[in-house]
C-alpha cells in the first residue's frame, strides 16, 4: 500500500485497486485446478437465451401433423449435436428411436422431427450441463 500511495494514488484508490487485483489472484487460482465442466469438453455449446431459458422451440406446421423441435444458435459444430441427438436421446431399438430425424439448418440450428419431444430434449440438454 505504501508503493502504491509513494506512486501519488490517493488512499482510497490505492485500497481499491490492492482489492481488486487481490481478489483477482485468487479466483485465478481456486480455478486453476477445477476440472473443466462436461460441456466445455464438447464441440458444440447450446448458449441459454436473455431469460435463462434454453433455446429449444416448437413449430407446428400442416395444421397440426407436423411437428418440429427446434435447437436454435448453436455454436460450434452442429452436426455433432444432431449425431449425438441422434444415438442418445432415446434407448437404441425403441419405437421413438426409429421415428426420430435430425437436420441442420443454417450451421446453427437444429431440427428434430418424427414426433413432441421438447421436453425430453431439454432434459437431455440439461444433462448434458447446458
Not at 56 to 78: E, F, P, Q, W
Not at 88 to 117: I, P
Amino acid at each position: 500500500m505504501a508503493s502504491l500511495l509513494s506512486k501519488g494514488l490517493a488512499p482510497r484508490s490505492a485500497l481499491f485497486s490492492a482489492l481488486r487485483s487481490r481478489s483477482y489472484a485468487q479466483s485465478q487460482s481456486a480455478n486453476a485446478h477445477a476440472p473443466a465442466p462436461a460441456h466445455l469438453q464438447l464441440p458444440y455449446f447450446v448458449p441459454r437465451n436473455s431469460r435463462g431459458s434454453l433455446p429449444v422451440y416448437s413449430d407446428i406446421r400442416n395444421g397440426g401433423t407436423r411437428y418440429l423441435v427446434l435447437v436454435k444458435n448453436v455454436r460450434g459444430n452442429a452436426h455433432t449435436l444432431r449425431d449425438d441427438i441422434a444415438s442418445s436421446l432415446f434407448a437404441h431399438g425403441s419405437e421413438d428411436a426409429a421415428y426420430l430425424k435430425a437436420d441442420v439448418l443454417r450451421a446453427d440450428t437444429v431440427v428434430v422431427s418424427g414426433g413432441r419431444w421438447k421436453h425430453q430434449l431439454m432434459d437431455w440438454l440439461r444433462q448434458k450441463g447446458f
